[in-house]
């Protein structure tokens, strides 16, 4: 069975900072991994898409990679801002879709 | 374009009732599923939907669970005799196949509180 661990469970940092929020998970035998942001009350977003056969992917300040032989994926922020203040969930998909989740981090950032 | 909406945003509702739960997806995405949300639990599969066919029900918590699909697009998810335990946020999102290598696009959702 498909288990998600994400540490740290919460975080705070000083605007400006780079950071890097971490992601693990117990069977190699995934189709894609996601990470979303969630803020309070509301939905997920999503971040960024990695597909089983790809390495890393990047959008802005923010960049994912995947690891499958040591079943860990990381999303590095850099230059933390105020607004990046969510929690951040990763979540690994099977091969109909079903998104199986971790506990998230809550990520803040302080001014 | 659109993105995926659920209606109600809010229910309160009471112990026993029965709730019915809506999801509108992305037009055009074949595949639809459901998530519940709850502080103690994270973020948990309930169905999948690829067209009006669900494949996979493995999540639903009991039989007073169900979901059905009608002209490949709309989803409700129906909560029968509603239980406190039943309280929190139920998340819809879609893609565009059932297949691991799609994105899935999440609707807002819908927080039910059961008093």
């Known amino acids: 069975k498909q288990e998600v661990t994400q540490i740290p469970a919460a975080l705070s940092v000083p605007e400006g900072e780079n950071l890097v929020l971490n992601c693990s998970f117990t069977?190699?035998?995934?189709?894609?991994l996601q990470w979303f942001r969630q803020d309070p009350g509301k939905g997920l977003t999503s971040l960024l898409l990695i597909q089983s056969s790809q390495r890393e992917q990047t959008s802005g300040r923010l960049n994912a990679s995947l690891d499958k032989s040591s079943g860990r994926s990381t999303l590095y922020i850099a230059a933390s801002q105020p607004g990046d203040s969510a929690t951040y969930l990763c979540a690994l998909s099977s091969n109909t879709g079903k998104l199986i989740f971790g506990q998230g981090t809550t990520l803040q950032v302080k001014p | 374009g659109a993105g995926v909406s659920q209606s109600p945003s809010n229910k309160v509702t009471e112990k026993g009732k029965d709730v019915e739960l809506r999801c509108d997806p992305i037009?055009?995405?074949?595949?639809l599923y459901w998530y519940r949300q709850s502080l103690g639990q994270g973020l948990e599969f309930l169905i999948y939907f690829q067209g009006n066919s669900a494949p996979d029900k493995s999540g639903l918590p009991s039989d007073r669970f169900s979901a059905e699909r009608t002209g490949g697009s709309v989803s409700t998810l129906t909560i029968q005799r509603t239980q406190q335990e039943d309280s929190a946020v139920y998340l819809c999102a879609s893609s565009l196949r059932g297949e691991g290598s799609y994105e899935q696009y999440f609707g807002p959702g819908t927080r039910l509180t059961v008093t």
């Open positions: 069977d190699s035998a995934i189709y894609n």
């Open positions: 037009s055009g995405h074949t595949a």
